[in-house]
């Protein structure tokens, strides 16, 4: 199974960006679907973004316009690239993989990276 370990998480002012990554390793990157998941406090777990293996992608409503996933299969990494941010995007940012489904019951996740949007 593939493991995944995000970094870039940290504190930032609201409308100031962020860039968080995923390396993965053990099987085979390219095979897989990528994604994010995100918890706020006192929240569930909502699905992000994804991207397919053939790098189509997918946003939730409330990061269209200004989140933006990409992935580098030769650095087995995949980006979250995050502009505009908000308060409300306050939360841990979970790294995803999974070979059959975008969004759904993901098999594989990171540990997870604090994101703070505050002033």
């Known amino acids: 199974q593939v493991q995944l370990e995000e970094s870039g998480g940290g504190l930032v002012q609201p409308g100031g960006s962020l860039r968080l990554s995923c390396a993965a390793s053990g099987r085979t990157f390219s095979s897989y679907h990528m994604g994010w998941f995100r918890q706020a406090p006192g929240k569930e777990r909502e699905f992000v973004v994804g991207i397919s293996r053939s790098s189509t992608t997918y946003y939730g409503n409330s990061v269209k316009g200004r989140f933006t996933i990409s992935r580098d299969n030769a650095k087995n990494t995949v980006y979250l690239q995050m502009n505009n941010l908000k308060p409300e995007d306050t939360a841990v940012y979970y790294c995803?993989?999974?070979?059959?489904?975008?969004?759904?019951?993901?098999?594989?996740w990171g540990q997870g990276t604090q994101v703070t949007v505050s002033s």
């Open positions: 995803v993989a999974d070979q059959r489904y975008i969004g759904i019951k993901p098999e594989a």
